[in-house]
């Protein structure tokens, strides 16, 4: 295993991170489809992925209604000095109104839920889950601030905020002195590149980890699915019965035809290759892996060991290639005029 380092913060995380939607949820509506994996299972699971090198744990408040995270809890155990331990809140989390969103009330709630559940007095990274639209950002980045001082969470994230939204809440923590995020959970996939438009570049510029969840798409990139409908019934794709992220389909499946390809020349699985491609892209920090049985976690680790040729990636990126955005492809016309020919930047 390989290690990045989380943003500016100097904390080494593993290039792959383990995600716990799977855990719990067995009476679950949305869960039991997803996971519902039982204590002595997540125990499995989570010290399969230790001894591998995985170091980066992330789970969330609302995932099983808050089972994920007292499993995984029971699952580190003793090995809690070996995990960068990540959650999130900002999800419903209960019948009340406020029982989700970024409030200063809710994040002292939800923060003191979560320590109890983990059964560990700080968490690395805490995380907002996504955007809250009745909450000023102000607001919220100032108890987040308070839980970092207090001690109780090491450093601060964010998870499915848009560029602009980022690099406000930046603004305002460096503005006030305030801890700031330093990383940014997105999806990004071969199906879905649109966080190559803004939010790569703006985490370049930043310093911000980009941390992936929904490397395979829910399972589509995995190549278990076909083009006449008859899909693998295993897959959590088939369970939920549809596709949580969106994307074109039947590009989705010309992706998909070169995916076999390339793991074919490599001798590997579609989802080895699906992973090795967003870890040769630039920004990647970790790509959250997920899984209900152990084979299918053995083989997702197993594609830090995919070393994708040029022409693996040329191919790979041809195929799933986005289409360019204003105001992207006019700031692209104009920058090469802006360097003197034969000069090197």
Do not use: C
């Not at 607001?139 to 601060?156: C, H, N």
């Not at 690099?167 to 990383?183: D, E």
Request: hydrophobic share 45%; glycine share 8%.
């Amino acid at each position: 295993m390989k290690y990045r380092l989380l943003g500016r913060t100097g904390v080494w995380v593993s290039e792959l991170s383990l995600g716990t939607m799977t855990f719990g949820g067995a009476d679950h509506p949305v869960y039991s489809m997803i996971g519902a994996l039982g204590q002595a299972e997540v125990d499995r699971v989570v010290g399969t992925a230790l001894d591998a090198g995985i170091n980066f744990i992330d789970t969330a408040d609302a995932y099983a209604d808050g089972e994920s995270e007292q499993l995984l809890g029971q699952a580190i155990g003793k090995r809690r000095r070996d995990v960068v331990l990540a959650t999130k809140l900002m999800a419903p989390v209960g019948p009340g109104p406020n029982d989700q969103g970024l409030s200063r009330l809710h994040v002292a709630r939800a923060l003191e839920d979560s320590l109890r559940r983990l059964g560990t007095d700080y968490i690395d990274l805490y995380q907002i889950h996504n955007y809250d639209r009745v909450t000023p950002i102000e607001e919220t980045l100032g108890a987040l601030d308070d839980a970092v001082r207090q001690g109780k969470v090491r450093y601060i994230g964010a998870s499915n905020l848009a560029a602009w939204q980022m690099s406000k809440a930046l603004g305002i923590s460096a503005r006030h002195n305030q801890a700031g995020f330093v990383a940014n959970q997105i999806h990004y996939s071969l199906v879905s590149r649109d966080a190559e438009r803004d939010l790569v570049p703006m985490a370049e510029d930043a310093g911000l980890s980009l941390t992936v969840w929904s490397p395979l798409a829910s399972g589509f990139l995995s190549g278990k699915f076909t083009r006449d409908g008859v899909p693998d019934q295993d897959t959590r794709r088939a369970r939920v019965g549809g596709d949580f992220v969106q994307f074109d389909l039947d590009k989705g499946y010309r992706i998909v035809d070169v995916l076999r390809t390339v793991a074919a020349r490599h001798e590997v699985s579609p989802a080895r290759v699906a992973i090795a491609w967003l870890l040769a892209q630039r920004a990647v920090t970790s790509v959250i892996i997920g899984a209900r049985k152990l084979d299918q976690l053995a083989d997702n680790i197993a594609a830090v060991d995919v070393a994708l040729t040029e022409q693996d990636l040329a191919e790979l990126d041809a195929v799933s290639a986005p289409p360019v955005a204003y105001p992207n492809w006019i700031q692209d016309a104009f920058a090469p005029s802006r360097i003197p020919a034969g000069s090197v930047v």
